[in-house]
Structure formats: C-alpha cells, structure tokens
C-alpha cells in the first residue's frame, strides 16, 4: 500500500518581495494566519521564515519569530519547520538563532554553498514597495550562499544534537546528496531522514524531469530507500508539476508562497492554503492520501511538539 504524502507549505521564506504579490504574508499575524489555515487545509508540516513586519525583509530575530510560533502551535498540531537558511546574506550564527532559542522539532539545513541566483526578478518589476527590495536581488549576482562542511557540522551539533531538532535537508544539486551522503557516514546524521530536492533556482539544479529522476535514483543507491523519506519543490511555475511527479513517485512534496506566489499561469495565489487545496486535490484524485501531522512525525522520528521551548 502507497504511503500518505506529506505536504510541507513554506508560508513566505526569504526569497520573494512584498512589491511582487499582496499576499505574501510579511507581518507576524499574517504569518500565523497562513500557517493555520494551510495546516487546516492539509499541510502537515510547515516551513517558517520571519519578516521585519515593517519593510518585509528577512528578519532572522528570534523575537519575531516568537510572536507568531506560539500561535501556531497552540491552533494546530502541525509540525513547526524553522528555517536555517534565513536570508540571503546572513552570517550562520544569525540564521541559526531563531531556531536554537526555539527548540522546534524540524530545522531546514543547506547541504552545499552555491551561486544563489534571484537576480533575474528584477525584470518584471519598474516600480518597488522598500528600497531595499532591488538591492537584495541585485546583490545576488555576486553571491555565493555559504554552506560550508564547517557550518554543516555546526548546525547539525548545536541544533541537532543539543536540541533534538531533526532537519529537511535542502538538496539543490547532485552534489548535496552526496554532503548527506558524508555526514551520513560519519555518524552526524541518522535515518531516518529528510531530503529535500529543490529544482528551478539559478544555480542548482534545473527544472527539469530528468534531474528529479536522476536525484531520486541517486538517493536510493546513497541512503537505500528504507533509510530516508524524499520531497520535492521547484520554484515558480513549476511548483505543482514537479510536486504531482513526486507524488506519483512515492514521494512527498512542498508547496508554498516561498517557491511560487502563483496558483495557475500569470494567476496569482490569494494564500498559500489555496495551493495546499489545490495539490491535495490532486494526491487524492491520485488515489493516494494526505498525510496527517502524526503520520509525519512518526515517519521523521521527531520529538513531537511538546519538546520544544514555544
């Protein structure tokens, strides 16, 4: 019998501008809002970023955070995702603190530095909300997103190990798979656990089917496929294709405003419960089932929601 697919929403994240949609949501109830309603409608997991709610830049400040995480939890029993990759030009120390305060039962995790390229989004744009917003994109044609085996090794200690906080371990290219593969083996990470493929960011790998499949058969040779469960999330308009394939492939998959603010061609997203409804509209026509919160912690190995400090 098919396993339940586990949707993971990533609510905003630190890509995305307020001038490009009204309805990323930037303030801290805005936050908790989305979260609960697309916990509601069928996310199990839910991927948190924070934003300065007065610019709408990425704000890594374990006090914002802390003015939206309680509020989830205590309305659904979805499992809390902090993010570890922050914004883009944070120091590792700054990405990590939201998460360290708060204890969460998953943490995301970068498995390779790499060229970050968001750039090209500012040709679509002739007029901006923040100042701040062309310059954050810009930056990134001269960046390059630091994720070192040093600071690998450190958040998988101080988090992983201090905490108990268990990792979706973003996989943007082939050779990320094989940094788990390394960490695997030097006993730092233990199944089961959790990969996430990231196709369609400048940079890593493209989107582009046969990069799903290849990834997917290299996991299976490097981990064995009793030892981890696998997602997929690919940016923009490819969003929901590449979820439906990792669907139908056995796997699970994330959706979210932080990876596409559409819903259908040139039609923005109103929430991002509305893609939640829409991709589990089409897991069930699939014949295959949604996984609920428990199920998910139970496959992950995950302390549960009690053990965190929020």
Same mark, same amino acid.
């Given at each position: 019998m ?5 949707i ?13 949609s ?5 303030t801290?109830?805005e ?5 609960i ?7 199990s ?10 610019t709408?830049k990425?704000?890594?400040r374990p006090?914002?955070?802390? /003015?939206f995480?309680?509020?989830i ?6 499992v ?6 922050g ?6 120390d /700054? +990405? ?5 305060t708060a204890?969460? @039962?998953m943490?995301?995790?970068?498995m ?10 500012? /040709?679509?744009?002739? @007029?901006?909300?923040h100042?701040?917003?062309?310059e954050f ?6 960046f ?16 992983? /190990?201090?905490?108990?906080?268990r990792?979706e ?7 990320h ?8 083996d030097?006993?730092l990470?233990?199944p089961?656990?959790?990969?996430q493929?990231v ?9 582009d089917?046969d990069?799903l ?9 490097l981990?064995?496929?009793e030892?981890? *469960?696998?997602s997929?999330?690919?940016?923009? +308009? ?7 394939q990792?669907?139908m492939l056995?796997?699970?998959?994330r959706?979210?405003? *932080? ?7 040139k ?6 419960a ?6 589990r509209s ?14 998910? +912690?139970? +496959?992950?190995d ?6 965190v400090k929020?």
């Amino acid at each position: 019998m098919a396993k339940s697919v586990i949707i993971t929403c990533a609510p905003t994240g630190g890509i995305h501008t307020p001038t490009m949609s009204p309805h990323l949501p930037i303030t801290p109830q805005e936050i908790w809002k989305a979260s609960i309603d697309a916990a509601e409608a069928g996310a199990s997991i839910i991927h948190l970023h924070a934003r300065d709610p007065q610019t709408g830049k990425p704000d890594p400040r374990p006090e914002t955070f802390m /003015e939206f995480l309680p509020v989830i939890k205590q309305a659904t029993d979805a499992v809390v995702n902090i993010s570890t990759g922050g914004g883009l030009g944070m120091t590792m120390d /700054e +990405r990590l603190k939201a998460a360290t305060t708060a204890s969460p @039962e998953m943490a995301s995790l970068n498995m390779g530095s790499m060229n970050f390229g968001i750039f090209p989004m500012l /040709e679509k744009y002739s @007029e901006w909300k923040h100042d701040w917003e062309p310059e954050f994109l810009e930056m990134t044609k001269d960046f390059i997103f630091p994720n070192t085996f040093k600071t690998i090794e450190y958040a998988l200690k101080t988090l992983g /190990e201090g905490h108990g906080t268990r990792f979706e371990f973003e996989c943007y290219d082939l050779g990320h798979l094989y940094n788990v593969k390394w960490f695997v083996d030097k006993g730092l990470i233990k199944p089961p656990f959790f990969i996430q493929m990231v196709f369609g960011i400048l940079g890593g790998a493209g989107a582009d089917l046969d990069n799903l499949m290849h990834m997917h058969n290299i996991a299976n040779k490097l981990f064995g496929e009793e030892n981890y *469960e696998w997602s997929v999330l690919a940016a923009g +308009r490819n969003q929901m294709p590449f979820a439906t394939q990792s669907a139908m492939l056995g796997g699970n998959l994330r959706v979210g405003l *932080e990876d596409s603010l559409y819903i259908g061609p040139k039609q923005l997203a109103t929430s991002n419960a509305e893609q939640v409804l829409k991709i589990r509209s089409i897991i069930e026509n699939l014949g295959l089932q949604v996984a609920t919160p428990a199920e998910a +912690r139970a +496959r992950l190995d995950l302390k549960g929601n009690d053990q965190v400090k929020f």
